[in-house]
């Protein structure tokens, strides 16, 4: 065995046979007395190497002033009073404060000793130096506080997700943006502003800048600074992720107004997030973080110095910025889809309207109504015709603003080569949209001060001039206002004033054409027809004439009464021409004139019925006509009729009503009849009434003529004792109603 060999059991001997006083001053932990004072009367070499001091500094030094700050408070309200109630403690963390000003973590140990009357005598403590343990419990404290604070980060965006998958409206996600984003970084406040949404195209469906669409917790002064800075504070904004605009020299200089505001608020930080869906921009969350220590008594963070986001609370905003551009996207594709099928919607309602519409004026009128509030908040219409420009319609859709569209009536009329809209539209016959109206447009196009005050007034955020088109030939131009509330016009909105346009076109095209035939038929009939029966001694005399309420407002029925000169006899005649149009009214013309023309040599009414049947050919005429042609003597009464195809005439008296037996030969225009037309003669009692008529007024769809002819008789009967006047009145009101198939021509005399 070596000499080392046999030194280390001596050694192991040595130290395992020690004396006590070399264990208690080389122990692994402090060993100190005191008194129950606090005084220092005992300590070993480990708690003097510990402490930094020399054995002479601690004897006699007071134990808590050894201590930490908040130590000395730690051992005076728990430490001290747990010895003199329990005896002992246990495992008690205390801070010693080296003289470097570092800290020096232990756990304690003390049992109080006591005399046989319960006096304290000394106190005895051990110190256990726990650094190590102190940084692994700091450690393992500071992973479960990230843990729960993912935790919390994880159940808030879970949260966020699911509603923003449930919002059906863009002020749903906006708002729930704010509120999750405030609740992920503590802000005090937040707004989104958000981009237009785009087309289909991909083209902005309009210029105008971000608006605010959801806000909570910002004052108005700082709103007002942030959209002075471009509507949505894109000045503010660079391209990347979550960005911290700190309240300091920098934001001073830049934007003097917006950290003057912030600093009366106590605002230390804004905090902008990017709200994007697919790399494509569509807002902005801006949060407002307040000063450190708002709400504290200290606060430990110099004023103007924001400290940036953590890690994770800037991927969190991240998160929740790109969620809420998808939840956007989804919310602008269903709001879109809404809209069209609002717009397919509203285009069949103005196809049903303007269908159903009577004339041009009741068709753009209601139009009008139509177009407000659904399309537009405004609409103008202006109608070019032969008199010049006019304005039949004029709607907006809050009643409280329709004297303000009243008034463009008076103020405004499209004139060429004019800047409003309108007019633009009209010159060069295409669509005219305004996307932003401004104060300088309005300067522009208004044409005086009172102009100008009404479009101030209306507000507008847009506006649409559609060309009112028909075979190339302007008929005039459909205006469209958008307020302010409901935003500028999109492309789609823009497309649907065109077709709307294309619709109105048609039909005020059609309407115009209708309303110019409907005059030329009046102007025609009136000419055609002969005018009111002159005074007859001895009769009383009264014509009716009503057009078939479908077609042109004219027809070929015609009436005539006239005196002849030599001895006083009125020739008489009732007449249909085949039809009720423009060409029955022309041949009804003919018929007239040459009647009267054949009266000049005084014929019978049967050899007026063979003259016009002999010379039909000669007068070239295409349609065929029933006739009945009378001649009577005031005087005597004495009556002669004769019929070609016509109904016969009632004869009214005191007694009742009777048809007259007249004979009909063919109509006119049918080849000739191998005899000449018969003719009957009698007499027109004084106080009867003879009423020759056409068949208008006893035919029907819905009943043969014999039934019309028995309801005449009827009515005629009902009214006995009538005068020719009031007779015709009553037969046309009790046999004929709104919708008549046929003209209508009568004649009634009653002799006196």
């Known amino acids: 065995m070596d000499d080392a060999s046999r030194r280390e059991p001596v050694e192991l001997t040595r130290l395992l046979e020690d004396d006590p006083a070399d264990l208690y001053e080389n122990a692994p932990c402090g060993y100190l007395s005191m008194l129950p004072g606090g005084r220092i009367v005992k300590v070993n070499r480990t708690f003097v190497e510990w402490s930094g001091r020399t054995a002479e500094e601690l004897l006699g030094a007071s134990f808590p002033d050894l201590l930490t700050v908040g130590g000395r408070v730690f051992h005076e309200t728990h430490v001290a009073p747990l010895l003199r109630m329990q005896g002992a403690v246990r495992e008690i963390a205390l801070d010693l404060e080296l003289p470097d000003g570092t800290a020096l973590p232990c756990l304690v140990n003390a049992v109080e000793l006591r005399d046989d009357a319960g006096a304290p005598l000394l106190v005895r403590a051990t110190l256990f130096e726990t650094t190590s343990r102190r940084r692994y419990e700091r450690a393992l404290l500071a992973a479960q506080r990230a843990a729960a604070e993912a935790e919390a980060r994880s159940r808030g965006l879970h949260q966020a997700v699911s509603e923003l998958a449930a919002a059906v409206s863009v002020h749903d996600v906006a708002a729930t943006l704010v509120e999750r984003g405030r609740a992920a970084v503590g802000a005090v406040g937040g707004a989104v502003w958000l981009l237009p949404a785009e087309t289909p195209a991909g083209r902005r469906a309009g210029r105008r800048p971000g608006r605010l669409v959801a806000q909570s917790g910002i004052s108005p002064a700082l709103r007002s600074q942030l959209e002075r800075l471009g509507g949505w504070g894109a000045r503010l904004v660079r391209p990347g992720g979550v960005r911290v605009v700190p309240l300091g020299p920098d934001l001073e200089r830049a934007e003097p107004g917006l950290a003057a505001v912030m600093a009366a608020e106590r605002v230390d930080a804004l905090v902008l997030v990017p709200v994007a869906a697919e790399g494509r921009p569509r807002g902005l969350l801006l949060l407002v973080r307040p000063a450190d220590g708002d709400g504290e008594l200290i606060s430990l963070t110099e004023p103007g110095t924001a400290a940036d986001l953590a890690a994770a609370d800037a991927e969190l905003l991240r998160t929740l910025g790109r969620q ?383 039934e019309g002819l028995a309801a005449l008789r009827a009515v005629a009967l009902a009214h006995l004792g009538a005068g020719p006047d009031e007779l015709c009145d009553r037969l046309l009101s009790e046999l004929t109603g709104s919708h008549r198939a046929d003209d209508v021509a009568l004649l009634a005399l009653a002799r006196v």
């Not at 659904?374 to 329709?402: F, K, N, S, Y």
């Not at 010159?427 to 522009?444: H, I, L």
């Not at 003259?611 to 050919?617: E, K």
Request: charged residues 20%.
């Open 324 to 706: 809420a551009g998808q939840a956007l996207e989804r919310v602008w594709l269903y709001e879109e889809t809404a809209r069209q099928a609002a717009r397919s919607a509203f285009l069949l309602d103005a196809a049903r309207l303007m269908a159903a519409a009577a004339g041009v004026t009741e068709t753009v009128e209601r139009l009008a109504v139509l177009a407000v509030p659904r399309l537009a908040d405004l609409c103008v219409i202006d109608l070019l015709t032969e008199h010049g420009w006019t304005r039949p319609a004029a709607r907006h859709a809050d009643p409280a603003r329709q004297h303000l569209a009243d008034r463009l009536r008076e103020v405004h009329l499209p004139t060429s080569g004019g800047a409003h809209p309108s007019v633009q539209a009209a010159d060069s016959g295409r669509t005219v949209w305004v996307r932003e109206v401004s104060e300088g447009w309005m300067t522009r196009i208004a044409q005086d001060e009172r102009h100008l005050a009404v479009v101030r007034e209306l507000e507008l955020a847009g506006l649409v001039a559609v060309p009112l088109m028909a075979e190339g030939r302007l008929m005039g131009v459909l205006t469209l206002g958008a307020g302010r509330q409901r935003g500028s016009f999109t492309a789609a909105d823009v497309e649907v004033a065109e077709q709307l346009a294309l619709q109105v076109s048609q039909v005020v095209d059609k309407a115009q054409r209708l309303e110019l035939e409907t005059r030329t038929s009046h102007t025609l009939q009136a000419n055609l027809l002969p005018p009111a029966p002159p005074p007859v001694p001895g009769l009383q005399v009264a014509v009716r004439y009503v057009a078939a309420s479908q077609g042109a407002d004219v027809g070929g029925d015609f009436y005539d009464v006239v005196p002849l000169p030599a001895d006083g006899t009125v020739a008489l005649a009732v007449g249909d021409v085949v039809g009720h149009d423009i060409t029955a009214a022309a041949v009804m013309g003919q018929l007239r004139s040459v009647h009267r023309v054949l009266l000049a040599d005084r014929p019978s009414p049967s050899a007026i019925i063979d003259r016009f049947q002999a010379g039909w050919a000669l007068l070239g005429l295409q349609r065929m006509a029933t006739a009945l042609f009378g001649s009577l003597d005031p005087a005597t009464g004495q009556l002669r009729l004769s019929s070609a195809g016509h109904l016969s005439p009632l004869l009214v008296t005191a007694e009742g009503a009777e048809y007259l037996d007249v004979r009909p030969s063919r109509m006119l225009g049918a080849p000739p009849a191998p005899a000449p037309a018969a003719e009957w003669a009698g007499v027109l009692p004084v106080g009867a009434t003879l009423v020759l008529f056409t068949d208008g007024l006893v035919e029907s769809r819905s009943a043969d003529i014999d």
